[in-house]
Structure formats: structure tokens, C-alpha cells
């Protein structure tokens, strides 16, 4: 069974940073791509930034300049570093993973539970 834990969230004030981190474990053979979404109340669920496993990273343009995405292949982690925070950025944070089982295994999708992100003004 494969699962996906994240860390890192919390309330901050407007203008601090936090930094969220996603561990994946299980029999899996290797992670194409990991991301991070997040879902505010009332709103749709929306990608804020993805990475390859090869490092081509993509963010939503409300967080282009501020956060950063990066992974540790070896160690099947990503992090997502936020910096100058704003109130909107409040959210529940999920991880996203899309693995394979084996060479030949079709590609799977996995998301963490959440972690909620609270930014005050």
C-alpha cells in the first residue's frame, strides 16, 4: 500500500514563510511526478506546483516568485518552501503522486490526507 504523509503546515503571519514536506512509502517502483494542490472553503481544488522526476517544475501564477518546489528522488520526498505568505494562500495542502508499481505497471495516483496552511493578516 503506498501512502503519502505530509508535514510542515501551520499558522503563520502574512509575510512569513512555512515549508511543507511529503514522504512517499510503499513497494514503489519509481514517482513520475509529485505536486502540491491545495483546497481553500468553498473552492475547488487547485494545483500550486509539480515536479518531474527529472526536475521540470510548473507553478500556478499566484505563487510564481514566492514558493518552490523541489524533491529528493532518493528519498521519495517533496518539499514545497513558501515564502511572503498571504492570507489567500490559506488552504488545506495535499500531496500528489503518480508512481508505478513495476517497469510495466500502469501509472498510479496517490494523494496525502492534508495539512492545513493558515496565514494571518
Known amino acids: 500500500q503506498v501512502q503519502l504523509v505530509e508535514s510542515g503546515g501551520g499558522l503563520v503571519q502574512a509575510g512569513g514563510s512555512l515549508r511543507l514536506s511529503c514522504v512517499a512509502s510503499?513497494?514503489?517502483?519509481?514517482?513520475?511526478?509529485m505536486g502540491w494542490y491545495r483546497q481553500a472553503p468553498g473552492k475547488q481544488r487547485e494545483l500550486v506546483g509539480a515536479?518531474?522526476?527529472?526536475?521540470?517544475?510548473n507553478y500556478a501564477d499566484s505563487v510564481k516568485g514566492r514558493f518552490t518546489i523541489s524533491r529528493d528522488n532518493a528519498k521519495n520526498t517533496v518539499y514545497l518552501q513558501m515564502n511572503s505568505l498571504k492570507p489567500e494562500d490559506t488552504a488545506v495542502y495535499y500531496c500528489?503522486?503518480?508512481?508505478?508499481?513495476?517497469?510495466?505497471?500502469?501509472?498510479?495516483?496517490?494523494w496525502g490526507q492534508g495539512t492545513q496552511v493558515t496565514v494571518s493578516s
Open positions: 510503499g513497494s514503489i517502483f519509481g514517482i513520475n511526478a
Open positions: 500528489n503522486a503518480r508512481y508505478r508499481l513495476s517497469s510495466l505497471s500502469d501509472l498510479y495516483n496517490r
Open positions: 515536479i518531474t522526476s527529472g526536475g521540470t517544475t
